[in-house]
């Protein structure tokens, strides 16, 4: 054994720079593999961060449309119904359309009630709550635009129309690394207030209500008894779980995310086959060192575990390269890619994902020489150039 | 020197290797090409045999054959009484690994591990713990003449010196013959003298029955009995005797 990993082990290292250029494109192709999951995963945080128990309502003919505001207290008197906030995607820009990051007006006291996982100190929640025109932000949407309390931004609106400014009350973080912190949140009441003047048909409108429910239990009576309560008016609703919301918002990517999916197995694929003919060229090389080692006693199942152990040895060590830089080069993708990615984490199924794929990859590329190797007379074999 | 016939070859108790009515043939480009054919003789305990002839002859068939590492079409080759012909290949594998010692003209080392790992390695394949191992391929590397060499790799050692690393490899789990294929073919004249005074010795002193493939007159002169291969079939022996 000691011998076989000892072989093993000085073969890997026999043509350094041979073994060096397909370290480099295993590392290359399994990091790609691990950031493009990470990607994949990336876009369905918002399903796994869901809240069973958090429903979402919207206007039953597309999210797009609004809802009277005035659904409020109608939705919070359904039984079952423990609390309601609502909020509108805002959708406006910062100095330049590509400064694209995510705004809402929330119901500011009900809103941070409701999402635990937005934490602002007391400090910032009462100034967000005493300043009509505040606005807090998120830690990496502070850090992209060195936004700090004090601040005052403008926005220029897309759906609402004319520039909006708005006071930096505080920095909020996440509770947990899949929670978006390139967010800016600012009062409802403001932008309600100001659509009054400005836009009066757009005024006491929201786009989404969140519901907070009793017992996870109820959902599915709790959303159909919302429905109800506005079946036959003139903006029906469409009340489901914030996770059936997300997975239908992700849905319309679907194809983008297929696609990504499929780009990152071949590029696993494609480097299967590098290194399936690195090993076979490797192989060929030493036919003669194989039948050498059959002649003096050696089975031929020694000779194919030699290649596969130097093969499997390489695409590990390339792998833990790889998944070793997957981390850094993923959080630093998720900065360059400003607010797209609110934050690109590594997760454990991709790490195995990516390891897997190593082994996967060792294994197969030594399929072919390992059989060629213990297949091979010996006497064909010594006669094999070195 | 005496030239013998060939049925004159020596049979009785001191016979280890004894062919009995072997052929071999190859298929080349869809043609068969008889190499062997019906070839029948012993060769003795402790002999030193040199098989000569010229290139295609079937000399190194012949001695692939009675190595172990090619079989007949035809005919069976006893080794100690044992038929290998018959054995499966696992067991042949274990068999050569007890019983065949191999040097070969371009010595064959493994050029990852150093000479004493080289000369280490079919100890392996044994049950001997691993400092035995060490002390064994010492041993052998000291009867080749490279005690001083042990941590050498091949490429930092000469033709001469690899070559003797090779016989050193070949003695080490002190099998019941040595074959080698054209041993002096890739050495200068002064290295190939040592390498076929270390196998002269290893014949003489330690007994090792030796059967040697050789296109060199000098490195047969050092062979107790020459025989002579024309197109498949024992033209003649020579039988000779050294000082």
């Known amino acids: ?386 | 020197m005496t030239v013998l016939r060939v049925s004159d070859a020596p049979t009785g108790e001191d016979v280890l290797i004894a062919l009995s009515d072997v052929s071999k043939s190859y298929r080349r480009g869809g043609q068969i090409v008889p190499v062997l054919s019906k070839l029948t003789f012993d060769i003795r305990r402790k002999e030193f045999l040199a098989l000569m002839g010229p290139s295609g002859s079937g000399k190194s068939t012949l001695l692939n054959l009675i190595a172990g590492i090619d079989s007949p079409d035809h005919g069976s080759i006893e080794v100690g009484g044992e038929d290998i012909t018959l054995l499966p290949e696992a067991d042949l594998a274990d068999w050569r690994a007890a019983n065949v010692g191999f040097i070969f003209q371009f010595y064959n080392l493994m050029p990852v591990l150093t000479a004493l790992e080289n000369v280490e390695l079919p100890l392996t394949l044994t049950s001997l713990g691993r400092r035995d191992r060490r002390d064994r391929a010492q041993l052998a590397l000291s009867l080749v003449g490279l005690s001083d060499r042990v941590k050498h790799l091949p490429s930092e050692l000469s033709g001469g010196q690899q070559q003797r690393v090779a016989i050193a490899r070949a003695i080490v789990t002190d099998p019941t013959m040595l074959v080698a294929d054209e041993p002096t073919g890739d050495l200068d004249r002064q290295s190939a003298e040592e390498v076929l005074e270390i196998m002269q010795r290893l014949n003489r002193d330690l007994g090792k029955t030796i059967v040697m493939v050789t296109h060199d007159r000098r490195a047969a002169a050092r062979a107790r009995r020459i025989m002579h291969l024309e197109k498949g079939d024992l033209s003649y022996l020579v039988e000779q005797r050294l000082e």
């Open chain 1, 1 to 386: 054994m000691s011998q076989w990993l000892t072989l093993v082990a000085r073969n890997v290292l026999r043509h350094r720079l041979r073994t060096s250029l397909t370290l480099v494109g295993l590392v290359v192709a399994i990091l790609a593999f691990g950031l493009l999951q990470t990607v994949v995963k990336t876009w369905y945080a918002g399903v796994d961060g869901a809240v069973p128990s958090r429903l979402l309502t919207r206007n039953a003919i597309s999210f797009t449309l609004p809802l009277p505001q005035a659904y409020h207290k109608r939705i919070g008197a359904v039984e079952g119904v423990r609390r309601v906030t609502y909020m509108n995607w805002f959708g406006g820009v910062y100095k330049d359309p590509k400064n694209f990051f995510p705004q809402f007006a929330i119901d500011a006291a009900s809103y941070l009630d409701m999402y635990p996982e937005i934490l602002v100190s007391d400090e910032v929640r009462r100034a967000f709550l005493r300043d009509r025109r505040g606005a807090i932000v998120g830690r990496k949407l502070a850090k992209r635009y060195g936004f700090k309390p004090g601040d005052v931004i403008q926005l220029r609106g897309t759906i609402f129309p004319g520039n909006w400014e708005f006071v930096i009350c505080g920095v909020f973080d996440g509770r947990d690394p899949k929670t978006d912190t390139s967010q800016l949140f600012f009062r409802w009441d403001y932008l309600n207030e100001t659509l009054r003047v400005r836009s009066k048909a757009q005024a006491d409108q929201v786009g989404f209500f969140a519901v907070d429910v009793v017992s996870i239990n109820l959902v599915a009576e709790v959303s159909q008894a919302i429905d109800d309560v506005f079946r036959n008016s003139l903006a029906e609703t469409l009340t489901e779980t914030e996770r059936a919301f997300q997975i239908g918002f992700v849905k319309q990517t679907e194809a983008i995310l297929i696609s990504i999916r499929i780009v990152s197995f071949v590029v696993i694929f494609i480097i299967l086959a590098v290194m399936a003919n690195t090993m076979a060229m490797t192989a060929r090389e030493r036919l003669r060192e194989y039948a050498t080692l059959k002649a003096i006693g050696f089975s031929p199942g020694y000779v194919a575990r030699l290649i596969l152990g130097e093969s499997v040895a390489i695409a590990l060590i390339g792998g833990t390269i790889a998944i070793g830089l997957t981390p850094p080069v993923a959080a630093r993708l998720a900065e360059l890619s400003a607010t797209l990615f609110p934050s690109l984490i590594v997760s454990v199924n991709t790490v195995i994902l990516q390891a897997l794929s190593a082994l996967v990859v060792g294994v197969l590329a030594a399929v072919w020489p390992m059989r060629r190797a213990a297949r091979v007379s010996i006497v064909d074999g010594l006669r094999a150039l070195g």
